[in-house]
């Protein structure tokens, strides 16, 4: 079993930065690889960056469009948590994010790929 829990969501301005957390227990961290998602209301959970170790000193990560350029996740190992820096932050990154993990693989787009679940972070971006 793998505990997930974010932390650092918050209210912001646009153009603000924001850094949210997910700090992973349970389960060796560094073979795991993490995804997050966020979900506005009324809308689908979405994928918006994974991360995993695509050699031993390497990683590998992956952005949605919308957020390229302006999100980096990142790993450290050593404290068993991944994060997510959000730069310009736009009133349509508003929702929840979750943070993911995956047994097996590498990192994905599909939420269905995914075994564990944080129970999120609230992010809002005022215009």
């Known amino acids: 079993q793998v505990q997930l829990v974010e932390s650092g969501g918050g209210l912001v301005q646009a153009g603000d930065s924001l850094r949210v957390s997910c700090a992973a227990s349970?389960?060796?961290?560094?073979?795991?690889?993490m995804g997050w998602f966020r979900q506005a209301p009324g809308k689908e959970r979405e994928f918006v960056a994974g991360i995993d170790r695509s050699t031993s000193r390497t990683y590998y990560t992956d952005y949605a469009d919308f957020v390229k350029g302006r999100f980096t996740m990142s790993m450290d190992n050593a404290k068993n948590t991944v994060y997510l820096q959000m730069n310009n932050l736009k009133p349509e990154d508003t929702g929840v994010y979750y943070c993911a993990a995956r047994r097996r693989g590498r990192t994905a787009s599909d939420p269905k790929m995914y075994d564990y679940w944080g129970q999120g972070t609230q992010v809002t971006v005022s215009s």
């Open positions: 349970g389960r060796d961290f560094s073979a795991l690889a």
